[in-house]
């Protein structure tokens, strides 16, 4: 995408978000449907968009590592390791959530799931509009979309804004590790393998 198209592109998304719609966003694993991760109402829509309940709430993607600390407490120092290894890229931690936020990201049981793509475009409107509450887009049951395109055909009219940033070709999702109690354990294998996350950090675990 252009300088000037991009610009443009995220204006759009960012008013559309302002105005409580989800937008489509490429990032570096697959392209991902978002909403303002403060609007409860925006998260309802979006969940509703992917055909998805409340069990399952989207993680949350940031321009900078350290808003971690404006959104989780208690890090364990090896979740801070691993994002210094893994940030930006695709590594998503699972933390306990700062209890004074005023949010609604579904039954989230006190934590949440946090990431920072290494895709410009993303890193642009996330530091533009602040953290995004983003699920890959894909109706659910369906394959993640690697294409602004693909993302349209299953999600249509539900979404206000689709910035097309040409294929993604990682087909493969986030890892996601669960920092929240012990040992850090893997939870969903993903783009990083188990070995490269215990290079950094040794005790990482893999799920049972």
Known sequence: MEPEQRETAIEAARSALRRGEPVVLPT???YGIGVDAFSPQAVAVLLAAKGRSRTMPPPVLIARAEVMDALATDI???ARELASAFWPGALTLILHAQPSLAWDLGETRGTV???MPADEVALDLLGEV???AVSSANRTGSPAATTAAAAQQMLSESVAVYLND???SQQQASTIVDCTSGSPTVVRQGAIPLHELQAVVAEVAASE
């Open 28 to 30: 570096d694993t697959v």
């Open 130 to 132: 602040g953290p995004m």
């Open 166 to 168: 040409g294929e993604r």
């Open 113 to 115: 799931a946090l990431r």
């Open 76 to 78: 364990p120092e090896s």
